[in-house]
């Protein structure tokens, strides 16, 4: 052969990304240095023959449930409780040895709305809130006592500007809701872990409210293991250094920190707003869903390149972080393809609508 064409030969033979040998897992070498988990919707546990669902067993070593386990889920009506899809998500957790965890037991969205109302549709009284809280708290945390290994057990409790949520729970029962549940979930568990759980963590304000939370509980003896930062993040927010900040100034106070709910909102933000509500819901337009047909050539390097970015920092930071886990498993499940705009295009997570590992998941993997 010529040199020439040797050459060109090198060239083409190392621009191909070789295919991940099967050993070579997020699990293996990620979830090494902390879990690496991902949220699992109710089909991908039910079909254990998709591509999804040996997806997850093969890639992942840590699972929390995208919806079954909240509590308007679990329990639609008052004495009615449907414990079938988070039975079968727990076993599947447990069959192939997974860390589970259990998503959440007090927020003020997907609540089960009957508990706050009384039978004339007045707002029940702050004993008869706390008698219902305690009793799902123990209903839940005791029905999957020793199988669960952490619970958010609050979610989303601080305002972005870091007062407390006026939700129906803190305005009937008092800011006090929190450290109550955090009791109950402990007295219905021992060994389980206890977290609070939240979007925006890398907001100043609201980290400073998070941080004096955990302070306060730590205080008054009650158990809080780690806080949970959501991590629904964009490509330029945030900033690597403001996550940086966040997760050191959460972790001052002791506890671990984990991160959530990682995903990547690729597509166009609308302009003034920020954070992870849910109900948010914005008209759609063209303009902002540019990606129908597939990512450009250049979105999808900036959005490589952001992974790897995150993936540095998180590995910089491991001995703070416990447990990284993804919202979702592939592009075609994620939230964002709804939300904050319904029917668009997004390319949020780390596999494709195929269920294939994107490119960059071999560089993550060689990283770790
Ligand atoms: C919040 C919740 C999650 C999920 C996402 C969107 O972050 O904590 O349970 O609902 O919103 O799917």
């Known amino acids: 052969m010529k040199n020439t064409h040797f050459l060109a030969l090198i060239i083409l033979l ?43 067993e093969q890639q992942f070593n840590s699972i929390v449930a995208e919806n079954c386990m909240k509590a308007e889920e679990l329990t639609p009506r008052e004495g009615v409780y449907r414990w079938g899809q988070a039975d ?14 259990g998503h959440c037991l007090v927020w003020h969205s997907q609540a089960a709305k009957w508990m706050f109302y009384d039978k004339k549709g007045n707002l029940v009284t702050r004993e008869v809130l706390i008698e219902r809280m305690r009793n799902h708290i123990y209903s839940v945390v005791g029905r999957y006592k020793g199988r669960v290994y952490g619970w958010d057990v609050c979610n989303e409790c601080v305002m972005d500007d870091g007062s407390m949520r006026n939700s129906l729970w803190q305005q009937i029962i008092g800011d006090d809701y929190i450290e109550l549940a955090f009791q109950f979930a402990h007295e219905a568990d021992p060994d389980a872990e206890l977290y609070y759980n939240d979007y925006s963590m890398t907001n100043p304000n609201k980290v400073q409210t998070v941080c004096a939370l955990v302070r306060d509980l730590q205080a008054k003896g009650l158990r809080i293991d780690a806080v949970g930062m959501q991590c629904h993040n964009g490509l330029d927010y945030p900033t690597l250094q403001e996550w940086s900040d966040a997760i050191d100034s959460l972790a001052s106070t002791g506890v671990k920190v984990n991160m959530t709910e990682l995903d990547m909102n690729v597509l166009p933000r609308i302009e003034s707003f920020s954070g992870a509500e849910v109900s948010s819901n914005f008209k759609y337009r063209k303009a902002l869903d540019p990606y129908r047909k597939g990512l450009t050539a250049e979105a999808e390097a900036q959005i490589n390149q952001r992974w790897i970015d995150i993936f540095t920092l998180l590995k910089a930071h491991e001995h703070q972080i416990d447990r990284v886990t993804l919202w979702g498993v592939h592009d075609g499940m994620s939230w964002l393809n709804d939300w904050p705009i319904k029917g668009r295009k997004a390319y949020p997570l780390l596999f494709d609508r195929q269920k294939e590992p994107k490119p960059v998941v071999r560089d993550i993997v060689e990283m770790f």
């Open 14 to 56: 190392s621009s191909f990304h070789a295919p991940l040998e099967s050993k070579e897992t997020l699990k293996n070498t990620v979830g090494q240095h902390f879990a690496i988990g991902c949220a699992v919707n109710t089909s991908i546990v039910a079909h254990s023959n998709s591509k999804a669902h040996l997806l997850v």
């Open 88 to 101: 079968r998500f727990v076993k599947f957790g447990e069959q192939n040895g997974m860390r589970i965890i």
